[in-house]
């Protein structure tokens, strides 16, 4: 069995604590209370009655607040804080819904059925109905009297059933079944050759199976229990406890625990378990906490089984997110599983029906005295005197055990006054166990894909890929991701008696494909980095990433499970934040396709580098893959290399034949040694605008062609194709010349109206906060549908006329519209005056007059753009946004999700959406 810790460098719960917690305002990532667990269930089934549809909750959480929006809370803690909303995933009709609640109005401001591959987290309710179902089965019945087994102690536990290639496939789980007589190690006892198949949806076998007939190993020697041991029995040892008389040296207040120089928010969530939010250290020459890590959490477990056999194949587990690290977290035994000087805390989740379900004792929080050391040093070169300092090592621990199955994972959060934070997990429990025909090694001639433990049991080959979120916040939120080369350097010019010596060579990822990092390939050390924070010598302020023993996973990469585990490919991956990309293995795992996973997140060739621009540091986000080439192990086209983004536009000898009758500079450009950033950025440099156009044409052409050829066409000649290249570049010029800006009429609507398909309507609205000196700018862009594609909520200089503030905000807002990538705009704004300005065709020689003139010029190579007046009733959210501005210092941006402060003004718009 191989095990590996994973980390997760991607940007981008929660509990209710029930001793020695003070009284406390609800923080934002406070996890949801059982009240609230039971006001979200009373708000769905209000919507959805029982009576008429049976609901099922998957998963309830909290859905937590966009981080900008957090950190803007934290500048001002006294503040009111962010509207509490949960995020539901419930099973409706046999379809899966994802469910937004708000929980201050009580109603529902999403409602979205999702379509895409997967199912959601199983719950524990479904899958003990499921392994009752045996029980009444007659088929079942008589293959366990064939066996001459008695069906009162027979128990039965479910296997998620993966993907292997199938286009669709319905909500069903497998069961295998165990003997309990004699022992309650079950997983000791298997009754092999029996598989039932029970779809979840209908709660029935659909399937049923009794393929061979394995004699079930003896219960002799398999029991666990401390009270059924039998003589001669192991070492006793001592018992020791650690006394602390003054009580525990930490503090809770609410989520938040203190220590020594330590803050941090501890949550719970039922698919992750433990969360470690907001984790700052103190500095005692800055009196200030210091920021290290926002959010923290394991992302996903993958276990894949290495046994191909028909009752094995497909145990290939996703432990968090099929089955939920959260929802099986068990309760802690004091002075066993924790020390005497720990404080346990609760947990809550919902159940499938929705009610809350308390964990006791879920989590335990102690003082380790280990006997370790920390740091020390004895000095005796200073004549006469002996220097003796030594620094024990105690740290704080945050316990919980999540018992998945047959493994017990111990995971363990360390914090240490030395400023590090420790990541720990522990497996036990009992080995998923086969049964076999041999009762010796000398029987076996076969590859029987494990280990003879004992009598007729094989102990199966596996693995456990863990997997961490951690957004990294080391001393604010610019930080940058750098690798430092260990590199060796030759002396060759004899001015050393040396012959070598290593040095560092530092390297800062551009780029999410700089940052894949695979342990083990070359020496370095990996440290994330404040480039705009300094040490007093000059050092970039940075934390680094210590890992620990490094095995990578073995299967083919174009086998199913690796597929869907492809984000154990790597040991460390960077990517921006995303509030919807925390899960490795995708929001729905059971029966996933490996389509929505952190390595195809990653496929993007995102710039991830911080840059200072001015006195602001931004984060650099551009994408240049629009079009995904999902690695595969050989080309489909030529049968000779690996297929990936570049090989497939670029390097492929199928795609050279085209670029071969292509413009003449493109033909002499060498087709090996790049990545795809490295190939874009020597086409940029040599490449005037229409010939880069013309590559991009081309490309897309190749994309095109390769896809037909997947499906099982032909790819076309390479000449037609040159052609065809030539002549889409050609209409997309005269298009280019023939695009002209609308003068609309301005036109009053009393509600929000909808912009045709395929075009973004755009409203903006200022505010003027004459009292603290600035303007407060809203912007939201909308589709045909009213969904919610980008918004904005910014402050600005300060006017004090009204239409410049308001031609001020429009050009704002579009410069936000363009940087998020719409050009094809309906724009509404509330002021009549400046609505005209901007649609008459002749000069403005107002005192905003160049203003109008700069958004005039940002339609010149748009395909059109309309503009008009709408009245305050079909402007709300983005007043809401203007008015919030007044609680920010930076500028907020939301991109495809609905923004906290408009909550209620996007509700309001759907109530009356295109009356």
């Not at 019945?141 to 496939?169: A, M, P």
């Not at 719970?268 to 959490?297: C, H, M, N, T, W």
């Not at 040396?498 to 390297?507: A, G």
């Not at 700018?777 to 909308?782: D, L, Q, T």
């Amino acid at each position: 069995m191989a095990s590996t810790l994973k980390l997760i460098l991607f940007l981008l719960l929660s509990f209710h604590i029930f001793s020695l917690v003070s009284s406390h305002q609800h923080h934002p990532l406070d996890s949801l209370t059982p009240s609230e667990f039971t006001l979200v269930r009373t708000i769905v089934n209000k919507t959805y009655p029982s009576s008429k549809l049976n609901i099922t909750f998957q998963y309830i959480g909290l859905d937590e607040p966009d981080k900008p929006i957090i950190l803007s809370w934290l500048s001002n803690p006294k503040s009111k804080p962010p509207p509490r909303r949960a995020f539901v995933i419930a099973r409706l009709d046999k379809q899966s819904h994802e469910i937004i609640v708000d929980l201050s109005t009580r109603v529902i401001v999403s409602d979205k059925v999702y379509h895409g591959h997967g199912y959601p987290l199983l719950t524990l309710d479904e899958q003990l109905a499921a392994v009752e179902l045996p029980q009444t089965y007659e088929p079942f019945i008589e293959s366990i009297k064939k066996r001459g087994l008695n069906l009162s102690e027979v128990v039965c536990s479910t296997f998620t059933i993966g993907w292997f290639g199938e286009l669709k496939s319905k909500r069903v789980l497998k069961l295998l079944c165990f003997y309990i007589d004699g022992t309650v190690n079950l997983y000791a006892r298997t009754v092999e050759g029996i598989t039932l198949v029970v779809d979840l949806d209908e709660m029935k076998i659909v399937e049923y199976n009794d393929r061979l007939i394995v004699p079930v190993p003896k219960a002799e020697g398999t029991e666990y229990r401390e009270s059924k041991q039998k003589p001669p029995f192991g070492p006793r040892l001592n018992g020791a406890a650690l006394v602390q008389p003054d009580g525990p040296g930490f503090k809770i207040d609410g989520h938040t625990v203190s220590w020594v120089n330590w803050k941090f928010h501890l949550g719970f969530d039922v698919r992750a378990g433990p969360i470690i939010s907001l984790a700052s250290i103190y500095d005692l020459e800055k009196q200030k906490y210091r920021q290290v890590l926002y959010r923290g959490f394991i992302s996903e477990l993958f276990v894949p089984y290495m046994d191909p056999t028909e009752e094995w194949y497909y145990k290939t587990f996703f432990d968090s997110g099929e089955f939920g690290f959260g929802q099986s977290a068990v309760s802690l035994k004091p002075l066993a599983d924790c020390p005497a000087n720990a404080v346990f805390l609760d947990a809550y989740y919902a159940s499938s029906d929705g009610t809350p379900v308390k964990i006791s004792n879920a989590f335990c929080i102690f003082e380790n005295h280990a006997g370790s050391i920390m740091w020390r040093h004895t000095e005796t070169s200073i004549p006469g005197e002996v220097i003796r300092e030594v620094r024990p090592d105690v740290s704080l621990v945050v316990r919980m055990v999540a018992t998945v199955g047959n493994y017990d994972y111990i995971i363990d959060w360390e914090f240490k006054p030395s400023g590090s934070i420790k990541l720990g997990i522990g497996l036990t429990g009992i080995l998923e166990m086969k049964g076999v025909i041999y009762t010796h090694t000398d029987q076996i001639k076969e590859n029987v894909h494990g280990t003879l433990l004992a009598e007729n049991t094989i102990g199966v080959y596996h693995d456990h890929f863990l997997t961490y979120y951690l957004d990294l916040d080391v001393d604010g939120e610019d930080n940058s991701f750098v690798k430092n080369n260990l590199e060796t350097i030759k002396v060759t010019n004899h001015s050393s008696p040396r012959k070598s010596y290593w040095t560092v060579v530092s390297e800062i990822a551009k780029t999410e494909s700089d940052a894949r990092i695979q342990f083990g390939l070359k020496p370095a050390e990996l440290v994330v980095v404040n480039p705009n924070k300094k040490t007093k010598v000059g050092n970039n302020v940075g934390y680094r990433l210590i890992p620990g023993s490094a095995t990578h996973p073995l299967l083919s990469h174009n086998d199913y499970p690796q597929i869907r585990g492809a984000f154990t490919n790597n040991d460390v991956w960077v990517t921006p934040y995303n509030k919807s990309e925390k899960w490795a293995g995708g929001l729905y795992v059971d029966q996933s396709q490996g389509d929505d996973t952190l390595a195809v997140w990653s496929l993007s060739c995102v710039f991830i580098v911080v840059s200072k621009v001015g006195n602001r540091v931004t984060l650099q986000l551009s994408s240049y893959a629009k079009q995904r080439v999902v690695p595969e192990s050989l080309c489909h086209c030529c049968q000779r290399e690996p297929e990936d983004a570049v090989h497939a536009i670029w390097g492929c000898g199928a795609a050279q034949d085209i670029w071969a009758g292509s413009l003449t500079v493109l033909q002499k450009i060498r087709t090996n040694h790049y990545d795809f950033l490295q190939l874009f950025e020597l086409l940029a440099d040599r490449l005037d605008t229409t010939e880069l156009e013309h590559f991009f044409i081309q490309s897309w052409l190749i994309c095109n062609q390769r896809n037909v050829v997947v499906h099982g066409g032909q790819m076309k000649d390479p000449r037609w194709l040159n052609k065809r290249a030539a002549k889409l570049l050609d209409e997309y010029k005269k298009a280019q010349a023939r695009m002209v800006i609308s003068n609309a009429t301005p036109r009053c609507r009393s509600y929000w109206q909808a912009p045709a398909q395929d075009v973004y309507k755009l409203n903006f609205d200022v505010t003027i906060f004459s009292d603290i000196n600035c303007l407060g700018v809203g912007a939201i862009v909308r589709n045909h549908e009213g969904e919610v594609m980008a918004t904005m909520s910014a402050k600005g200089e300060f006017v004090h006329n009204s239409n410049e503030a308001e031609v001020l905000a429009c050009r704002k807002a579009l410069e936000f519209a363009m940087e998020a990538g719409f050009s094809n705009l309906v724009i509404k704004g509330d002021n009549s005056n400046v609505m005209r300005a901007l649609s008459a065709p002749a000069v403005n020689n107002s005192l905003y007059g160049h203003v109008v003139d700069d958004i005039r010029s940002y339609f010149l190579g748009w395909q059109s753009v309309g503009l008009s007046c709408v009245k305050r009733e079909g402007n709300m959210v983005a007043h809401s946004l203007a008015r919030y501005a007044r609680n920010i210092v930076e500028a907020l941006f939301w991109m495809e999700d609905e923004p906290s402060p408009a909550v209620d003004a996007l509700h309001y718009d759907r109530l009356h959406f295109n009356e």
